[in-house]
């Protein structure tokens, strides 16, 4: 984000929060982009794969009418992150990159669990597992245990107040 010809005061990598994050960049191999297309509310994944040069498009509901505004604007997220990265000197150039759509990634049986799909394909695309129906069958168990995951990850300054309340909830 440029304004003016100088950097965002949220981008200043000496102040801002995201000097906290940058030299993680330098090591990064894969960069998970969630996506919306505001027409049909719409969530899907673009993965830059720094280690393999390549970007892919992880669609769970891909619609001919769409595809090509979505192509769009991963190809415009790239470009920003391009421009991001020589700001402030992240060895990275995705310029290169090719783009294209996964293949053969489940589709969803709804017009809701698109944010899902999102989420568990970044959950298992971080290690190079792929994708498949069996890991989407039954969403309303996907939800809660992404709901477990992030309550309970020791990141959470929140967890012990949220398990708290949870527990009084519950005994009665």
Known sequence: MILCGSPHPFFDRKTSIVSNYI?????????????HDECPGHW???VIDFKNSHIQILDSLR??????????????????????FKLYDIGKDVFQFSI???????????GWDCGVHVIRHMQRFKNGDSMTSFDFCNSIQIRQEIVC????HEGNREKQTIV???CTKTST
Do not use: G, H
Not at 23 to 35: Q, R, V
Not at 104 to 109: G, K, V
Not at 149 to 152: C, R
């Open 164 to 166: 708290a309340i949870v």
């Open 23 to 35: 030299s993680e960049l330098d090591d990064c191999e894969k960069l998970f982009i969630p996506m």
């Open 100 to 110: 294209d759509w996964a293949p053969s990634i489940p589709t969803q049986e709804n």
């Open 44 to 46: 899907y994944l673009c």
């Open 149 to 152: 995951d992030l309550v309970l």
């Open 63 to 84: 619609s001919k009418n769409r595809d090509k505004f979505r192509f769009q604007s991963v190809k415009t997220v790239v470009e920003f992150c391009q421009t991001f």
